[in-house]
């Protein structure tokens, strides 16, 4: 176990929370994603679904017990959030939750939109957790059409969409969503919607150069 699995191994989400000034705050929002990145290799390494479900528990254990104020299962990821959940309040409800929603993926082939959305729950636990982190309060749906569109594309981008249920039509809306929920977002929480951006950036192809500047356009005009 090293410090490298405080942070997550994208690229562009290190890339967006480079636009976090504060660096304890940027730390924990790594952190959160560097989890995810984390449950989502679990059903990506096993060939059993009963052996990622025994992982998937050690992990909804282990925010249990934090929740309980009992000390956790040990890995650097559990001992940090032992001290991030009370200093930023966040809730251990939606730990679980992420973890849960890693369930259907454990389930080889392409996965129902249905069975999608219950995966990119995972994602929307992040961004909501992330906004307490940034700013401490929220509404609970900051960032939310972005979570989703990060997740509907990671999800495409390892061939766990149903083509016929996921195509141009239910992207196109997916994107409106996410063009109108960067507008709103507060100078705080903006770096949240660059995890999408960049994954929109490289389905368009763009190359590093053009993916930096796409970057800093919607941070600093809240557009697409």
């Known amino acids: 176990m090293t410090s490298s699995e405080l942070e997550p191994k994208s690229e562009d ?4 929370c480079a636009f976090i000034p504060d660096a304890e705050r940027r730390g924990g929002v790594l952190a959160l994603f560097a989890l ?5 290799e679990i059903p990506e390494r096993v060939t059993e679904p009963l052996m990622g479900e025994i992982r998937l528990r050690w992990w909804y254990e282990a925010f249990e017990a934090i929740g309980q ?10 001992e940090l959030f032992q001290r991030l959940i009370p200093q930023y309040d966040l809730p251990v409800e939606t730990f679980l939750a992420m973890v849960e929603a890693q369930m ?5 082939g ?3 939109l249905r069975q999608a959305m219950d995966v990119v729950g995972g ?7 992330a906004a307490k982190v940034l700013e401490g309060s929220g509404d609970g749906s900051t960032g939310l059409q972005c979570a989703r569109m990060l997740g509907f594309f990671q999800l495409q981008r390892v061939g766990r969409l149903n083509s016929e249920e996921f195509g141009a039509t239910e992207l196109a809306h997916l994107l409106d969503d996410m063009r109108v929920d960067v507008r709103h977002l507060s100078t705080s929480t903006a770096p949240l919607a660059l995890p999408a951006v960049a994954a929109l950036g ?4 763009f190359g590093p150069l053009r993916l930096r500047f796409s970057l800093l ?3 600093l005009t809240g557009r697409i």
Do not use: C, F, N
């Open 217 to 219: 356009w919607t941070y």
């Open 104 to 108: 259907p993926l454990l389930d080889k």
């Open 110 to 112: 392409a996965l129902t």
């Open 69 to 78: 104020g009992r000390v956790p299962h040990y890995h650097p990821l559990t």
């Open 13 to 16: 989400v290190r890339l967006a």
């Open 202 to 205: 490289h389905r368009r192809g």
């Open 123 to 129: 994602e929307e636990a992040v961004y909501r957790l």
């Open 36 to 40: 995810l990145e984390t449950l989502r």
